[in-house]
């Protein structure tokens, strides 16, 4: 008999914090390798235009196969144009680009809400990880440059109360030519196309298409751009993040990134893979708040960015969500009997504060102020 022992491979644990308290996983800790086109399909948005039911089922069937399998998609014929995307982009590299006192006017220290500048190095999204080397710049939801708001003045008190939106963003950026108007007009568009998905979400729920059209009036709809610059000798060598592991907080994130790579996603088997960029495309994820609504079936999917390219690389994620003061719990098509609701109604808003909350408690005692993002870390080798 042959005594040949077959190594197994070897496992970590992924603490993953919610808005429960910690979650684990087991993560293989064989390289990242590519994605395959079955765990990260490439999904063709245009038949969601067409004026046909069926046409439109077709791509929320394709969606619904996704969002169980790996939780993470590519959209082409996404509806957002190439000059918008050029524009932003052109904002984004004008922005980094200047002197750290001019990304300063806006530092998130004299945010309430999260929205402003965070300087590289200075968040750490996976305590277990390194700190992340990216820096960014972030707003949120406001009703003022939404494209389907009638009228400002008849929104009422209890949605008011959840806009987290700060006029500073725009102001300590007035000196960059066209800044504002490029800026606002890709998360604009990135609104439109989040409200035309979402009819898709719900559909690929079995739910009628126009089910959360009233819950997403005033949604949670937050822009960020993620400069990540080359790391340092010392950060290649210790492997620091871009990133950190974490998933993210609302119904699902629309991400534009370059075509630099970096960003990793935790498949079914704990396995990293690359979500290469693909031209003309924009990568789809399913948040906690989704995964929740639909008792787990969607998938939630961990990932992080790895910037071990010699260049700098840049993302512009969106993040899409239910009006935050919207009561929610599982929807009617994803419990039954057999199969009850795991989750207890919760409006959105709540929800995203309840993690903020504990991050921002386990962050303080961890490394002080600093971390805002969804988080997680290694526990064991
Ligand atoms: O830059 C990326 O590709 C990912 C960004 C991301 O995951 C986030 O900001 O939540
Ligand atoms: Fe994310």
């Known amino acids: 008999m042959s005594t040949a022992t077959i190594t197994q491979p070897s496992i970590a644990k992924l603490e993953l914090r919610t808005g429960y ?33 069926s046409d439109r089922k077709v791509v929320a069937q394709e969606i619904r196969a996704a969002a169980i399998n790996t939780g993470f998609f590519y959209v082409k014929n996404h509806g957002i144009d190439d000059e918008t995307i050029a524009n932003a982009k052109k904002q984004l590299l004008a922005f980094f680009k200047q002197d750290m006192d001019k990304k300063m006017l806006i530092t998130q220290d004299q945010s309430k809400y999260f929205n402003g500048y ?31 708001t009638k009228d400002l003045d008849a929104i009422p008190e209890e949605i008011k109360r959840w806009f987290r939106a700060e006029p500073f963003v725009w102001e300590g950026t007035a000196h960059l030519p066209g800044f504002k108007e490029d800026v606002l007009h890709y998360w604009a568009s990135c609104l439109t196309l989040s409200r035309k998905l979402v009819k898709a979400f719900a559909s690929s729920l079995d739910l009628d298409e126009n089910y959360f059209d009233s819950k997403v009036t005033y949604p949670g709809a937050d822009g960020v751009f993620n400069y990540y610059p080359v790391r340092t000798a010392e950060e290649k060598a210790k492997e620091s993040v871009g990133l950190g592991s974490h998933t993210d907080l609302q119904l699902f994130t629309l991400l534009w990134q370059d ?12 396995q990293w893979i690359k979500a290469t960029p693909v031209e003309g495309t924009i990568v789809v994820n399913i948040g906690d708040f989704m995964m929740r609504l639909c008792n787990d079936i969607y998938k939630s999917t961990v990932h992080r960015v790895f910037n071990d390219s010699p260049a700098e690389r840049i993302s ?9 003061n919207c009561v929610e719990g599982v929807v009617p ?15 959105c808003g709540d929800w995203c504060q309840m993690r903020f909350k504990l991050e921002s408690n386990a962050f303080e005692e961890n490394h002080g102020k600093g971390a805002l993002a969804p988080s997680a870390k290694i526990v064991a080798a």
């Open 118 to 148: 965070k300087g590289p190095r200075s968040t750490n999204v996976s305590p277990g990880e390194s700190v992340d080397v990216k820096e960014s710049m972030s707003w949120r939801y406001s009703p003022e440059y939404d494209p389907e």
């Open 259 to 270: 075509m630099t790579g970096g960003l990793q996603v935790l498949n079914k088997d704990g």
């Open 333 to 347: 098509s994803c419990a039954s009997e057999k199969n009850p609701a795991k989750y207890e109604p919760m409006s």
């Open 21 to 53: 308290g910690p979650v684990y996983r087991d993560v293989l800790t064989t390289p990242p390798r590519d994605c395959t086109a079955e765990e990260i399909p490439i999904i063709d948005l245009a038949p969601l235009y067409s004026s046909e039911f």
């Open 316 to 324: 512009m994620p969106f993040f899409f969500g239910l009006n935050l």
